[in-house]
C-alpha cells in the first residue's frame, strides 16, 4: 500500500509538467525516437533528456536503444494508476450521495 | 490553453502526495474541519497547514473560516480536469488503434 502510494506521487508529480504530458501525448499515436520528440519541444536536447529520464524513471514509458537511436514507447498500464485513483475517489462521493439521498428519502416518509 | 496548461501542471503536483490525497479522499465523504482533517496525518499542523493550502492554491479544495474553526470542501471540478486530460489520451490511442485496425484491414484485402 506504502509502495502503490509512492509509485503514484511518482506518476502524479511526472505528469505535473507540459512538456512531459506532451511526450505521453504524442506516445498515445505511437513510438517515437527521442531525436523526433525533442524536435517538438522548447528546450536543449539535455533539457528535454531530463524529462524523459523523469517519464521513465516512473515507468510511465519504456526507452530501448537500437544502434545511435533511442525509441520511447508509452507505458498505459501507469497512467491506468491514476485512472484507477479517480475511480476511487468517484466512488466515494457516489456512495455519499446515497446516503444523503437515503437519509432524504427517510425524512420524507418520517415527516411527509 | 497555456493558462489551462499550468493549472493542470499545478493539480497533477498537488496530487503527487500522500497526504494531499488522503485529504482529498475525507472530503470525498463530505465537508471536514481543518482539525479533523490533521487528526489523520502523521505530523505537525504547521505542516499539514502547509498541504491544505497547496490543495487550496490549486482550487483542488475550499475553506471557510467560521468563528475559529475553518471547514474544507472538495472542488471536484478540478479533478474533472484530469479526467478529462485522461479521457484526451483515450481518445488518441483509440484513433490508433482504429488507424491500426484500418491498415491491417486493407492489407487483408489486398493480399488475401
Not at 505511437?30 to 517519464?55: Q, W, Y
Not at 533511442?70 to 475517489?89: G, K, M
Request: charged residues 30%; hydrophobic residues 40%; glycine residues 6%.
Amino acid at each position: 500500500m506504502a509502495q502503490y502510494s509512492a509509485v503514484l506521487d511518482g506518476v502524479f508529480v511526472a505528469l505535473g509538467d507540459p512538456t512531459r504530458r506532451a511526450v505521453i501525448r504524442r506516445l498515445g499515436r505511437g513510438p517515437a525516437s527521442v531525436g523526433e520528440l525533442a524536435r517538438d519541444a522548447p528546450m536543449t536536447l539535455p533539457s528535454f533528456m531530463k524529462h524523459v529520464r523523469v517519464l521513465e524513471s516512473n515507468d510511465l514509458i519504456r526507452t530501448e536503444k537500437s544502434g545511435r537511436v533511442r525509441t520511447c514507447v508509452l507505458n498505459r498500464e501507469r497512467l491506468a494508476l491514476v485512472e484507477d485513483w479517480l475511480a476511487e475517489q468517484r466512488r466515494i462521493w457516489l456512495d455519499r450521495t446515497d446516503r444523503l439521498e437515503r437519509f432524504v428519502t427517510t425524512n420524507d416518509q418520517e415527516n411527509p
